[in-house]
Nanobody, 123 residues
Framework: QAQLAESGGGLAQAGDSLRLSCVLS????????MAWFRQAPGKEREFVAS????????AYADSVKGRTTISRDNAKSTVYLQMNRLQPEDTAVYYC????????????????WGQGTQVTVSS
């Protein structure tokens, strides 16, 4: 079992930056690949980014590639999502997830989920 808790969401203006954090507890953080997904109002949850247990392999959705960085600190059991040049279409609830297949963009491939943190970007 593992529990995930996201933080760092909030209100931003277009062009701003935000860094989301997610802490894993209840298990060994470095056992897991980690990912971020997001769900906008009225839309399905979608993959944003992921990385393997060591952080040296990453994957990104095309919609965020080049302005978003996923990273992790295994000593702090924390995964981060640095989002730059935010756009109104980035408005969503952001969820972190833990699993074992870092490249999978399917929700079903991820075993544990946090409760989400809201990001709202105004134009």
């Amino acid at each position: 079992q593992a529990q995930l808790a996201e933080s760092g969401g909030g209100l931003a203006q277009a062009g701003d930056s935000l860094r989301l954090s997610c802490v894993l507890s209840g298990n060994i953080f470095s056992n897991y690949a980690m990912a971020w997904f997001r769900q906008a109002p009225g839309k399905e949850r979608e993959f944003v980014a992921s990385l393997n247990w060591s952080g040296d392999l990453t994957a990104y959705a095309d919609s965020v590639k080049g302005r978003t960085t996923i990273s992790r600190d295994n000593a702090k059991s924390t995964v981060y999502l640095q989002m730059n040049r935010l756009q109104p279409e980035d408005t969503a609830v952001y969820y972190c997830a833990a699993g074992f297949v870092y490249r999978s963009q399917r929700m079903g491939a991820w075993d544990y989920w946090g409760q989400g943190t809201q990001v709202t970007v105004s134009s």
